[in-house]
């Protein structure tokens, strides 16, 4: 996304408050999602967004800057990964081409266990959609990794300092990225990550 799109901060409230608020309770369906997506959706037994995808999710799909909180499980992966996708869609390609398949969209997240379960729900949603994903963290041989990055992959999640290690290898380009999530972003902070973000 780019610098003139406006920032906006949902608050991290009692999310009870937040879904007496909106009545009738929205579906999924009203969201505006792809027919693939909300297949994806469907498969996976949700039928109504959470308050903070209802919140997020048409903001994101409308190309905005979103700055968001809520209690744990309350679904905001899913509230970003969801209109991500979307975003995405219109470059998904079957091609086998490295090419077709640029990194568009970088997710960091602080660590190994967070990465993993943000790339499961990309796979979750995204498996009706030819678009392609990897996760890449440390503390594993980074050649795999590397090898996924070359067949060309849409999608990264990724923890910072694995992540540092391939822009050194030039193993990972970021000339066509059009979104960047910081998923528990003051995690990573608390963490010590500033420098490596900031990189």
């Not at 929205?26 to 969201?31: A, E, I, K, S, V």
């Not at 077709?100 to 970088?106: E, I, W």
């Not at 528990?184 to 902070?189: F, N, T, V, W, Y």
């Amino acid at each position: 996304m780019n610098a003139t799109t406006q920032g906006i901060t949902l608050p991290a409230e009692d999310t009870q408050d937040a879904a007496t608020a909106v009545s009738p309770a929205p579906t999924f369906d009203q969201l505006g999602l792809l027919p693939e997506l909300l297949r994806a959706v469907k498969d996976n037994g949700y039928t109504h967004p959470t308050p903070i995808q209802i919140q997020a999710i048409p903001i994101i799909m409308a190309g905005k800057d979103v700055m968001g909180g809520a209690q744990t499980g309350t679904g905001k992966t899913a509230g970003f990964t969801l209109p991500l996708l979307q975003r995405l869609a219109r470059h998904a390609s079957s091609s086998p081409s490295p090419a077709r398949h640029p990194v568009r969209a970088l997710i960091l997240a602080p660590t190994r266990e967070l990465a993993m379960q943000v790339h499961q729900s990309v796979v979750t949603y995204s498996k009706h959609l030819p678009l392609r994903s990897v996760c890449i963290y440390g503390g594993v041989d980074i050649r795999p990794q590397i090898a996924e990055l070359r067949e060309g992959r849409e999608i990264v999640v990724a923890t910072p300092g694995r992540l540092l290690d391939h822009v050194q290898q030039k193993s990972v380009s970021f000339n066509f990225v059009e979104v960047l999530v910081l998923d528990e972003a003051d995690r990573m902070l608390d963490m010590g990550f500033i420098p490596d973000i900031k990189r």
